[in-house]
Each structure stands twice: as C-alpha cells, then as structure tokens.
C-alpha cells in the first residue's frame, strides 16, 4: 500500500492556497471596481439632480422677475440673452449656474417662453435644461360672459364656458361649464319663486319641449338635477363675479395705444365710420354719411334705447377716406360708431370704439352687418370688437352671417334690435356663426321668442384667445399662470 509522502501534502496545499487567494483577489477587485462604479454613478446621479434643481431655480427666479417687472423679457439688462446667473449653497459657495433663455410673447399675446439650463461646477458637462411657458389669462377664457341675467333659447348651441354675474336660464346645449355667480334668482320671463342660478326650462327626457312656467325641480329647495342633456359638462353656481367695470381703464389705454404707434380715428363728424380688412395686412376707411330707411310701419315698438336700421345705405351712404396698412400695435381706435367686415390673413388687430371722458349718452358702438372672417383658425389670426356700449347686427344685416372675433360691449348689450313683423322682410335672419367670445354687459341676444332674429346662432369658442389675446385685450387677472412645464431632452 503506497501513502502520499508528507511533502506532496505540503504541495497541494501550497496550490490551494494559491488557487483561493487569486480567487479572493478576483472578488476583492471586481467589488473595488463596482464600488467605483456605483460611486461614481452616484456622483453622476447626484450632479444631475442637482443640476436640475439649478435649471428649476432658474425658472422660479424669472416667474419672481415678472412678478416684479411684468413686460421685462430681457432680465432687467436690456440686452439679449441668454442670461447667466451663479447659483450658490446655503453657505454661500458658488456650486453651479443657471442660464435663462427667454423667448417673449408675440404682439397682444402675453404667453412668455423660459429655458432654463442648470449645470454644476462638479460636472460642467452635466446639465439639465427646463422649459416653461407662462401667461396671464384674458377676458376671453369664456366663450360668452355677462353681467346681467341671461337667457339662452333653443337653436343655441355653446362650445366653451358661458358665464354671468346674473342669474342664466339655458334651453339650448352648452359643451362646456355654465356658471353664475348667484345662487338664485328670479327669472324675469316668467312669474313665480326663485329659481336655480343656472336653471332650464327644457322638459327633461324623454320629454321634449320647453315648459315656460316656473320649474319647482330647478328651484331651491330642491336637490340640483343632473341635465346632461342641457349642461353636457355641468353647471357651476355660485362663483366670484367677472370685473365689467375696469374694461373702461382698458379702452382708455386702447386709445392711448392708437395714438401713439397705432391708428387713431378722429371723431368722423358724420354717423361714423366703416372699416374694411383685406388679406394683405391693410383697411380700408369710409366715412358713413347715411343709413338705410326702415320699411313703412317699421317702428321701435319695444322702446330700445339706441334702436335704429344700423346699416349703412347702399348706393350712396359712404365716402372712401383712405386705405392703412394694419398698425404695427396692431390698435385702431375710433372716436366715433363703427362698422366693421371684411377678411384678415396672420393679422392681430383689435378695433375699438369709445369716447371720453366717459359719458352715457355718448358712448359708442361697433356694427357687424357683413361677414367678418380669418383666414387662418390655428392662432395666427386673431381680431377683437371692443365697443363703450353695444356690439351690434343691424337690421339689413346678412341672412347667413359669420363673425370670428372676441366681442366686448362693455356697458351694452352684445346682439341685435327688435325688428318686427313691420320690417319685413329684415325680421327674420336664419343663422349667425359667432367664432371668438363674447362679452356682455346688459343682457345678450341675437333672437327673440317671437321668431324674429336669427333662427339659428353657433357659438364656438377660440380656445386661441386665452393666453394669445388681441393687443391690449382686457385680462382677468396681473399674475403669470404656469401652463406648461417640460424637460428638454
């Protein structure tokens, strides 16, 4: 029998030991590397957070900046960017910096672009870059708003919010959010208690029809009923009011604006003037001289303050004045009525009309008779009606007519006179397309419920008008409002 002799032991073990030892070496240096690694991705992981954080912080400055400096785009130096500004610890040691790209709003948009890049002195080629557009909301986040009670008929179809200060009875189909800022009122079509703030007299399905009589079910105390087939999105009431009253300030400035680097009509001493846009970023300017005569027996048998034809006589009831080139302000304002039509093409104007210093009996009104229309529906044409009192359709305007424009009366009415039987064959209209907003003092109306008017009217709301507004468009509010926030990859 052979053993192994004690110096074979001593070499085996000799080569185990080896064998363990480069393994354990092996370990040792793999777990090294991945601990170098994993510290190193740490430091990365680190330096990135914090450069994103440097690239927020440049946003929050310059959201701090407008709130001081509401129109700077330029960081107070006056100069183009992009701006650079050191970002320190709380020690006040200097770890990175942010660098501010600012792209400002386009004319009468307040919608301002902020790129924000972080980097940190760790790592100056990691960075991370931020982009946020901020706005103030216009007078135009409503497709309709009122400061009286409002009444809606069938026929009327609404795409966007519709709000009032006063009570609203709807009996048409509202897409969007109806809101009142009361909670009830006493409608003034009909006798009876007080009804909802927003309330309906259309027959709930499967009924169909309007029941004119108080509606015990849209009243308090009862339980408000969920009308999908009214109020598609809802109704909302009470809410806080719309300010009307500071759009006199607005249209004060308006005029400042036209005089300075816009067009600025001067009071016509005529009946006023007619304004008409063309597609190749002019007007045309006449002086109005005469209206068109009412038909025989063709009376104001309501009594309607202001009431009259509002059109212009066809053969001779104007004079040409002259053809401008759209201001560069993008404000024409007149001292004077006006009437207004025609087409514009990537134009942003605003029309006005008014006269100062304020007074009830002669403040000043805009007329659409004809079609009013852009050429573009994607924001790149936008155009607002800004009249002291009425926005009006006068009496031989077009059967089938289409405005696309923020309206505002703002001590009026936006709508049409009564115009009866009498006036045949001006009584009936059959529809009016409406593409903008619009803003009502008194109560609004293109129809009335004995069938005269426009059969028809669509509403449709320009959801451009909300952050890009018309140049010097009334605002709801002084404060920039974050409507988007993305990382730029």
Known sequence: MHFPSHHNKKGFLLIS????????????????????????????????????????????????????AQNDFKDGTNVSGPYVH???????????????????????????????????????????????????????????VANADMRFGQGTEIFGQVHSNGGIRFDGIAHNIVSSAKTSYDDPDHTGANEFGV????????????????????????????RTDVFIADRQFPVPQVDFAGITNDLSNMKSNAQASGKYLAPSGALGYHIIFKVNDTFD???????????????????QTGWGTWS???????????????????????????????????????VAAGKFPDNVNTRKSITVNSDLKYTN???????????????????????????????????GRAGRYYYGSSCSPYNTRTSITLYGMIGTNQRYGFAYTDGTGYATRNINYDANLLYGPPPSFPLTSDKYTTILWQEVK
């Open 86 to 144: 050191a970002f320190k610890d709380k020690n006040g040691v200097t770890i990175g910096s942010f660098s501010l790209t600012i792209t400002p709003p386009i004319t009468g948009s307040t919608l301002v672009t902020i790129q924000s890049k972080g980097t940190v002195l760790a790592d100056t080629h990691l960075a991370r870059t931020v982009k946020t557009q901020l706005a103030i909301p216009s007078f135009a986040k409503y497709a309709v």
């Open 285 to 303: 300017v006449y002086k109005v001289t005469n209206m068109q005569s009412a038909p025989n027996g063709c009376t104001n048998s309501q009594s």
């Open 199 to 226: 309330h309906t007299h259309v027959n709930a399905p499967p009924s169909s029809g309007i029941n004119d009589a108080f509606r015990p079910l849209e009243a308090p105390p009862a339980t408000v009923p969920a």
């Open 17 to 68: 030991t080896i064998v363990y030892a480069g393994i354990g070496m092996l370990f040792v240096t793999v777990f090294i590397g991945w601990a170098g690694i994993s510290l190193k991705a740490s430091r990365v992981l680190s330096a990135r957070e914090q450069a994103m954080q440097i690239a927020e912080a440049g946003i929050d400055y310059y959201r701090w900046h407008l709130a001081h």
């Open 377 to 411: 529906y994607d924001g790149q044409d936008v155009l607002a009606l800004v009249a002291q009192n009425n926005i009006n359709t006068g009496m031989a305007s077009a059967t089938t007519l289409r405005i696309d424009a923020a309206l505002i009366a703002q001590n």
């Open 312 to 350: 212009i006589r066809a053969n001779n009831g104007q004079t040409f004045v002259a053809n401008y080139p759209n201001p560069t302000n993008g404000i024409i304002f007149a001292e004077d009525d006006v009437w207004v039509d025609g087409q514009i093409n990537t134009a942003r104007v605003t």
